[in-house]
């Protein structure tokens, strides 16, 4: 494939080699020297625009690690703020020789959009409320080495489902790699097409998930997204749907708690959950680097041959 835009196209195959190549990459950045040469005279472009912290850092530093050249965009202080469209921009930058395009946006489908007009590699680091493919990537490897597989494993996505592009490539890439899924939240927030045509379970008790469940892969509220009342407060989210260490003791097993971030704490994890032994949430950032540079290693040979 000359493109990432979403776990759905990808096999187990693909997969299975991204999460190989991902671990190799991480060996590498255990040594001194952290730096391969594979990306050198390669050009990539970060174009983010929506705001990020991890992703982006994380592109970049993979590019970097992998000896590409990086530029990076954000929309906010470009020529977008004037009235330039996506294609424009993107055409104006790819003419200036650039390999491989890195794309944050808030329409699902953007990415999409632009591998059908322009000539050059594109990953998807997040469109709208469709895929976030790197995340359910970077995921899936945290929960390969918390818990030595995937094949099997019983895990739950717990929260705003409607709004999350976690959710969707999370689910994508489970359902294909032989996990079990249930979604977890309040009815509001789980919609009609998660529940009848994809491959999970669907729960709205949050205890009676957790105590079925080895991982927990809890999602943000996404306030931004949401315009109309979802649910009655925060407050009483955070009662109905939040974790705490009470609700974690509770349980008759100690399950493993992911979240892709940035947290609300207090809203869907309280802090002690957060920053506890049972949270692998800085092992997923950690994860995320290995994964985006073999994600553009493979790409980048892919568009090679
Ligand atoms: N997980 C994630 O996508 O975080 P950022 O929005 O900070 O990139």
């Not at 594979?38 to 990539?44: A, G, K, P, Q």
């Not at 717990?158 to 959710?167: F, K, L, N, Q, T």
């Not at 490539?169 to 790699?177: A, V």
């Amino acid at each position: 494939t000359r493109h990432l835009l979403g776990i759905k196209d990808l096999s187990p195959n693909d997969i299975s080699l991204i999460l190989q190549t991902a671990e190799q990459f991480k060996e590498v950045l255990q040594r001194p020297v952290k730096k391969v040469p594979s990306l050198r005279d390669i050009v990539v472009v970060n174009l983010f625009f929506e705001n990020s912290t991890r992703t982006r850092i994380s592109f970049e530093l993979a590019e970097k690690r992998l000896s590409a050249d990086t530029v990076n965009f954000t929309a906010s202080a470009s020529s977008v703020s004037k009235g330039e469209t996506l294609l424009d921009t993107v055409n104006n930058i790819l003419s200036m020789k650039v390999d491989m395009v890195v794309m944050r946006h808030s329409a699902s489908g953007a990415p999409h959009f632009l591998a059908q007009h322009i000539p050059a590699a594109i990953i998807n680091a997040g469109d709208g409320i469709n895929e976030h493919p790197t995340q359910g990537l970077l995921d899936a490897l945290s929960i390969k080495q918390a818990t030595g597989g995937l094949e099997g494993k019983k895990v739950a996505i717990i929260g705003d489902i409607m709004h999350s592009r976690v959710a969707l490539s999370n689910i994508y890439l489970l359902n294909k790699m032989g996990a079990k899924v249930t979604v977890c939240g309040p009815p509001t927030l789980i919609p009609k097409y998660i529940r009848e045509a994809l491959n999970v379970e669907v729960s709205y008790d949050l205890k009676e998930t957790l105590e079925w469940c080895d991982v927990a892969n809890v999602l943000r509220i996404q306030l931004e997204r949401q315009n109309q009342v979802l649910f009655s407060s925060l407050r009483e989210y955070n009662l109905a749907y939040g974790i705490s260490r009470k609700l974690l003791d509770s349980l008759h097993k100690k399950i493993v708690i992911m979240h892709p971030g940035p947290i609300n704490r207090g809203v869907e994890l309280d802090s002690d959950v957060a920053d506890s032994k049972q949270s692998i949430i800085l092992q997923q950032v950690e994860n995320g680097v290995a994964v985006r540079m073999a994600v553009l290693y493979l790409l980048s040979n892919s568009n090679n041959n």
